[in-house]
């Protein structure tokens, strides 16, 4: 049995490496550098502690969070490896005893934060140990086009050009997409690294998205469903995490809570509930998790929208760590969208604004794709697959079924030929709807003969169709504009009948009423309309078309024909009232807030 081989069993207990684990030991064993990137849980501490263990001199960690690091420490030192850390909350005597220590051998692994390669007494104590590897864990924090930027993990490579003798520098993470991890590389001045990347697919996680629904509701289905399973609740703000916590301890439910405005015991206190199931169901910012090791995590529901896709895939990655199943679910709401810009933008510094609002859009085009979920995620960190359709996440088990829209599709392509793609696409729209607003009538569009032809559907509806034409190259963004689209030569085909078109697009309206009040207001109109016209109330409006109105609060006749079952003559007969009870309803609400 080779010696890596040995210290996995004998030291850790383990009988196999897992894929990759090998080739990173031996490769810093024969003292080549290294980029690992790994899921989270993957398992890269033993990718530097096994080397750490062989070699001679001893191994620096260079670890981003101080409340990891105890942890870290411990966990290593229970196997029989002797390790300390140094970050602020050790004095300079102990720190000192450790260096003494170790320059007799008594430490193999040091942990330290990045800000001690600031100062410059520290950087002088630690130059007289003999270092045989610098490992750099959460390795992304060095570039600033990652989610993490920490500003001191720039004065590592200084740090390592100022040794005497260059150790073997390794490096992990756990997300990098290939920008980042070329920057990584690049900054961490690794020479010619070896690379390795995991796939980051965890199959046993099925992901689900579920737009605009009741939360609240949604959160008691799911844990009345899974009593006594463990269960991770993530909020975006701590004020969500403290409404929440409340409302489900108010009904009985065994719920911790996490977020960085706690104080340290209460922290510790509720997280250790939830690790040794005293308590299932952990709510919590996404300060809650780190370094987490709970095996046993059945659910991870995201009652807010996440910031951006690297810390979604890391925090649904702390479920099923046993290998079970773990149902992730998201709540989606459009709503949530400008308040998580609002956060970027009122607490990131100027110069990340327009990267972390660029995640964020990433993260609403994950939310919002009708493609397989998965598939996009591994996508977006760079690894394609030949597979299209995963069969576990809730666009690939989307009951609807994938239908036929080349009907559809060929009355868009038309109306797009007759007006000789010289209209961005809400005029396109109001065409085939059969709208007549002045950029209608001054250029005779109602003229066409594709006007009106699509009187029938939501604006929406046929929104969605022109979306999935353009991610299907059935037609082209017009270079340089995002409204403007152009046929090509796979449209022709569509035309011509010579291609089909599938999607899975929901036609039906959303039937979940966002504001009853205004429902109600809007139901009695309908009836005082009923009983003046003498006509039955669904034939003045169907209930479908009145909670979009309560729902999407038009404010112009413009907006009112956007609405489903809205057409002219609705428009004309009741459209000032309606306008007149949204609005006054809309008054009151914002007198009210
Ligand atoms: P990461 O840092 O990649 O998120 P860790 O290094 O914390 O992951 O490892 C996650 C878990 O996997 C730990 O409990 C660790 O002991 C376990 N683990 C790592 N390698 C193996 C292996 N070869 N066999 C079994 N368990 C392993
Ligand atoms: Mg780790
Ligand atoms: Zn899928």
Redesign the pocket.
Known sequence: MDNTLRV?KKV?G?S???KG?REIIETILSGKDVFAV?????????CYQIPAILMGGVTLVISPLISLMKDQVDSIKDVGINAAFINSTIDKNKIIEIIEDSLIGKYKLIYISPERLEMEYFVKLIRSLNISQIAVDEAHCVSQWGHDFRKSYRFILPFVNSLAKRPVITA?T?TATEEVRNDSVKLLGLINPYLHISSFNRDNLSINIHKEVDKLEFVKDVIRDREEESGIIYCSRRKDVDGLYSYLKERGYNVAKYHSGLKDEEKEAFQDDFLFDRKEIMIATNAFGM?I?KSNVRYVIHFSLPKNIENYYQEIGRGG?DGEKCDCHLLYSREDIPSMEYMINTSTLLNRREIELRKLQAMVDFCETQNCYRQFILNYFGEGTVKQYCNNCSNCLNSDELRDITVEAQKILSCLYRTKERYGISVIVDILRGFSGPKIIDNKLNELSTYGIMQEYSSKFIKDVIQTLIEEGYVDRKEGTYSMIRLNSKSINILKGKEKVMARLKDSVDDTVLDQELFKKLRILRRDLSQSEKVKPYIIFSDSTLIQIANLRPKSREELMNIRGVGEKKIEKYGDRVLRVVHNHTLIKSKVN
């Open positions: 996995l850790f383990f196999s490496f897992r684990q790994m899921p989270t849980g993957g398992g890269k501490s033993i992990f756990a370094g090791d760590r």
